[in-house]
Nanobody
Framework: QLQLVESGGGLVQPGGSLRLSCTAS????????IGWFRQAPGKEREGVSC???????NYARFAEGRFTISRDNAGNTAYLEMNSLKPEDSGVYFC????????????????????????WGNGTRVTVSS
């Protein structure tokens, strides 16, 4: 079965940290760009970060300086390290994969442009609250 599975969400106090994981099964991630998205209640899904096949990264403005995306192709896993979390970071976080032949390009934008995803995970919930 081809799927992405996220883990690592949970309840954390403001200012705390979480590390989300996204593991692929049934396919290998090395030919895919990987993105993290999030969706808060009543809001549209928004891009958080993306990492290209070559490891270049980009971030939404709200994530810059606090979040770090990374990938481990040998482990078929991507990560999102989140620090200095705020209540407004609460929501369901999804990882996504898009196959691309271009190693330095991320087709999963963080600025609201349209995009296409080959695989979505089911999401992991992050709650930032005291």
């Amino acid at each position: 079965q081809l799927q992405l599975v996220e883990s690592g969400g949970g309840l954390v106090q403001p200012g705390g940290s979480l590390r989300l994981s996204c593991t692929a099964s049934g396919f290998t991630l090395d030919s895919y760009a990987i993105g993290w998205f999030r969706q808060a209640p009543g809001k549209e899904r928004e891009g958080v970060s993306c990492i290209t096949r070559s490891g270049a990264t980009n971030y939404a403005r709200f994530a810059e300086g606090r979040f770090t995306i990374s990938r481990d192709n040998a482990g078929n896993t991507a990560y999102l390290e989140m620090n200095s979390l705020k209540p407004e970071d609460s929501g369901v976080y999804f990882c996504a994969a898009r196959q691309t032949a271009i190693t330095y390009y991320c087709p999963l934008p963080t600025d609201g442009r349209p995009y296409t995803v080959d695989y979505w995970g089911n999401g992991t919930r992050v709650t930032v609250s005291s």
